[in-house]
């Protein structure tokens, strides 16, 4: 059974950090892409962050220079670190790990920006 559970969501002031985790269970996980995606109210679904399994990144332009994702293979885990957090990056965030047609999603962690 697959899952991905993301961690470390919450409610963080303008200018904080935080930092998500996905822990991933029953893939390959060295193999998949991993990505980063949010769901703002309203809004769709928009990728955030993405990372190759040989560890090639990108980023959407909303992100460039603020957020860093990062993978641990022995851990089976991928990472978004977000800083100088604004009031429009709250959203829900979703882990997504691919591999060719395979393509499995957690249940999102809810981000938060708020004073």
């Known amino acids: 059974q697959v899952q991905l559970v993301e961690s470390g969501g919450g409610l963080v002031q303008p200018g904080g950090s935080l930092r998500l985790s996905c822990a991933a269970s029953g893939i390959r996980f060295s193999i998949y892409a991993m990505n980063w995606y949010r769901q703002a109210p309203g809004k769709q679904r928009e990728l955030v962050a993405g990372i190759t399994s040989d560890g090639s990144t990108n980023y959407a332009d909303s992100a460039k220079g603020r957020f860093t994702i990062s993978r641990d293979n022995a851990k089976n885990t991928v990472y978004l670190q977000m800083n100088s957090l604004k009031p429009e990056d709250t959203a829900v965030y979703y882990c997504?790990?691919?591999?060719?047609?395979?393509?499995?999603w957690g249940q999102g962690t809810q981000v938060t920006v708020s004073s």
């Open positions: 997504n790990g691919r591999f060719f047609t395979d393509n499995y």
